[in-house]
């Protein structure tokens, strides 16, 4: 008898506390990172693999293939998910996506690619079976992936928000072609109509933005702070750049961060507007293609330090403690090593 009551007791001891549901989470760690070649090695899943984290988010370009026949990137997403990296990765980790240009349609792409359905189907075909369930994608007739998805740590409310940046943007304003980095240079376009999001998407965005949270974490494919660069960004249109930092500044929420890729090096810019909120964009580019050799890494007003210009991944590490969220950010290279961070609560 007694054995049996020691075993009840153990029992109780053990399976509300054992049992780490998200509701009892204190510590919420998410990953991310981007620009995710199918066709090299990408041993830094590995690296990142060991951190267990909670989340790990995908930025974009977590293919390359620019073709105007959105089925002609089949094989690259096949590529990638057939990796062995890649397929222990995904096991062991609840995956978020978006997508950036190389994904979704051809270089710097928006809403003219033809292919953009099919492509949003292949998006939902290859990731959506690793992502959360009940995530809804899109508008109601089923255009564009943004979505949200919330998370509690600990009686806290995450809001994790996934614009869509590429399947209603407007064209660019091309400048010229860089004969030294072959990429487009752009200039910004003071026509109010051009938009990033499209109306649709901005209403759910404000709706989004408007619910009460504890913490955002906005994620968006190209940078959102920085001005100076002459490559894809949402300074490019400078009306929805101005919008989504004056929504942010107000959003229902008591602390943010914005997760942004693309770039081919990681970046850390803090928007600072006296007597508002300020904003903190931490980005993370390139998993397992950085550029080293090519400029990328331009001054802004706004960047803190210096760029870094090799493999990397991010991380976001949010606590719980004492009613409050603490939190911290950070980019490591392909060891694992910190080699920038960011860390408002002294986290250390
Ligand atoms: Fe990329």
Redesign the pocket.
């Known amino acids: 008898m007694k054995q049996i009551f020691s075993a009840i007791f153990l029992f109780l001891l053990i399976v509300p506390f054992g049992t780490v549901s998200a509701k009892d989470l204190e510590i919420l760690s998410i990953g991310f990172g981007?620009?995710l070649?199918q066709d090299k090695e990408s041993p830094i899943l590995k690296t990142i693999q060991a951190h267990k984290y909670d989340y790990f988010i995908l930025l974009?370009?977590n293919i390359?293939s620019d073709t105007l026949i959105a089925n002609e990137k089949i094989p690259a997403y096949e590529k990638q998910v057939n990796h062995s990296e890649w397929k222990t990765f995904v096991k062991q980790t609840q995956m978020l996506f978006t997508w950036?240009?190389?994904d979704y349609g051809i270089n710097d792409s928006g809403s003219e690619y033809p292919e953009k359905q099919t492509s949003r189907e292949l998006f939902l075909k290859y990731w959506q079976p690793m992502m959360p369930k009940n995530l809804a994608f899109g508008t109601k007739s089923q255009e564009g992936i943004f979505y949200s998805h919330w998370v509690n740590l600990n009686g806290k409310k995450i809001h994790i928000v996934v614009p869509d940046t590429r399947y209603f943007r407007s064209p660019l304003q091309k400048s010229f072609v860089s004969r030294l980095t072959g990429k487009n240079f752009y200039t910004s376009s003071n026509d109010l109509n051009r938009t990033i999001l499209g109306d649709e998407q901005w209403l759910w965005l404000l709706e989004e933005i408007s619910k009460p949270s504890d913490f955002l974490v906005f994620v968006s494919s190209i940078q959102v702070i920085p001005t100076e660069h002459p490559f894809e960004k949402w300074g490019n249109f400078p009306h929805e750049r101005n919008r989504i930092l004056q929504t942010l500044q107000n959003a229902n929420t008591k602390e943010l961060v914005i997760l942004s890729?693309?770039?081919?090096i990681a970046e850390i810019h803090e928007y600072k507007v006296p007597g508002k909120r300020s904003i903190v964009e931490i980005t993370s580019?390139?998993l397992n293609?950085p550029l080293p050799f090519l400029l990328l890494e331009y001054d802004s007003e706004w960047k803190i330090g210096k760029a870094f210009k090799e493999k990397n991944y991010g991380e976001l590490k949010l606590i719980s403690k004492d009613g409050k969220i603490m939190w911290k950010t950070s980019i490591q290279d392909l060891r694992g090593e910190s080699v920038m961070e960011y860390d408002p609560s002294s986290l250390k």
């Open positions: 981007s620009c070649h974009g370009d390359y950036d240009d190389h890729g693309d770039r081919h580019s390139s293609l």
